[in-house]
């Protein structure tokens, strides 16, 4: 079972096969109700039995590519089906297997196609998006990685601890008055220097942040896009807001003095600041669609948009979440036949062009008709102007 810290879309995006299996199905949590787990899956499976049938594969074949589900259902000493979540995805394919147990439901789903169904898990993917979390105080500096269900404290390293820190190895010949704290750490020196808004004193409060972010920066070379909050007192964050390099700081803050503060605590306060700031990213890139409407930056066309997923051309793919389009598209020479019945040889078309986004590190929202800004089940905002087709 994929641990929801690590969970990382890549082994399912990148996996292509003729027979990927994709199946979800919602699960209860607790009580006598979580039989019902063991029989929906049950079932998902001998509809899968029978699609792998109907593609002439032999008993013997589907019973060995079906072997990890099997064992999966004959699992009763472990309990398996006795801890889920609200949602279960498993995915399965010659040589891969990979389940995962989430905390949001889904509608019950067996496919078997050349990709992975990954769309469903676009919505979890969003609201579980990593984040870093830097507690700032004068006197203590303490760094986080966290998603919505779990936060671990990291290593500093270059990030200087605190205000003295900083200082003694900036400037050694400054003269800084220390005492011991009367807080959780006995050995922490507290600075006193100048009084807090004096001249000095925000002197050194700047040169304070710059050392944090520099420290920052050096630390996150490769994860510099996943978002920053920060937590700390009003003209602390203000301050290191002016100054920070980092490409991808949240403007919400948690405000107040962060060092009695448990880890816990401070995920508690960041999550809901972290919902606002998706939602306003889907708004914002509603009314982007809608101000370039009609240009060569957006497309509500299916062609166009995979052609341009294929290319690495898509900046922000909007999907009708319940929707599906079946068909086949020929990356080699840009044909899309869309398909009135699902066949065997059919691709979700829309669950494809979120495969190729994603890979090429778009950002793909799931949205309903009444939010989606154009009548049609895919719309795209485009990284530069490109020529239709």
């Known amino acids: 079972m994929e641990s929801l810290f690590n969970l990382d879309l890549q082994p399912l995006l990148n996996h292509q096969s003729d027979l990927c299996i994709s199946i979800y199905l919602p699960t209860y949590k607790g009580g006598a109700e979580t039989q019902q787990n063991f029989i929906r899956f049950k079932n998902l499976i001998q ?28 699992d009763r000493e472990n309990y398996f089906w006795e801890h889920q979540d609200l949602g279960l995805g498993v995915f399965l394919s010659p040589n891969f297997w990979q389940t995962y147990r989430l905390p949001i439901s889904f509608e019950e789903v067996a496919i078997v196609s050349e ?13 579980n998006q990593p984040f870093y979390l830097l507690a700032l105080s004068q006197n203590e500096v303490r760094l986080f990685k966290a998603n919505r269900r779990e936060i671990k404290g990291m290593e500093l390293g270059d990030i200087p601890g605190s205000l003295a820190e900083a200082l003694r190895y900036d400037d050694p010949e400054k003269q800084l008055q220390f005492h011991s704290g009367s807080g959780g750490n006995d050995n922490q020196p507290i600075y006193h220097g100048h009084g807090v808004g004096t001249t000095d004193n925000k002197n050194d409060i700047r040169r304070y942040c710059q050392a ?6 050096s630390l996150l070379p490769v994860d510099q896009h996943l978002p920053l909050m920060l937590a700390g007192v009003d003209y602390l ?54 101000n370039k409407k009609g240009t060569s930056e957006t497309s509500d066309r299916l062609s166009t948009i995979l052609r341009a997923a294929y290319n ?10 319940n929707e599906q389009q079946w068909g086949q598209f020929d990356p080699n020479h840009y044909e899309l036949d869309i398909h009135s019945q699902r066949t065997h040889h059919s691709d979700e078309l829309l669950n494809l062009a979120a495969i190729q986004t994603l890979q090429q590190g778009g950002q793909v929202y ?12 895919a719309a795209a905002i485009f990284r530069y102007p490109i020529v239709s087709f």
Do not use: C, W
Request: no cysteine; charged share 25%.
């Open 115 to 127: 990709h992975f169904y990954v769309k469903p898990l676009v919505r979890f993917i969003n609201l």
């Open 366 to 377: 799931l949205m309903d008709e009444n939010n989606l800004p154009h009548n049609s089940p």
């Open 237 to 290: 964050i203000s301050m290191y807001q002016d100054l920070s390099s980092y490409p991808n700081l949240l403007k919400e803050a948690i405000i107040g003095n962060p060092e009695r503060l448990l880890p816990q605590q401070l995920h508690e306060q960041a999550l809901p600041i972290l919902e606002k700031d998706l939602h306003q990213k889907q708004e914002q890139s509603i009314q982007n669609y809608q």
């Open 312 to 321: 690495g051309q898509i900046d922000t793919l909007m999907l009708l979440e």
């Open 212 to 217: 944090i972010d520099n420290g920052l920066m």
């Open 47 to 74: 509809k899968v039995e029978k699609t792998l049938s109907d593609r002439s594969l032999r008993e013997a074949e589907v019973n060995a590519l079906l072997k990890p589900a099997y064992e999966l259902l004959d």
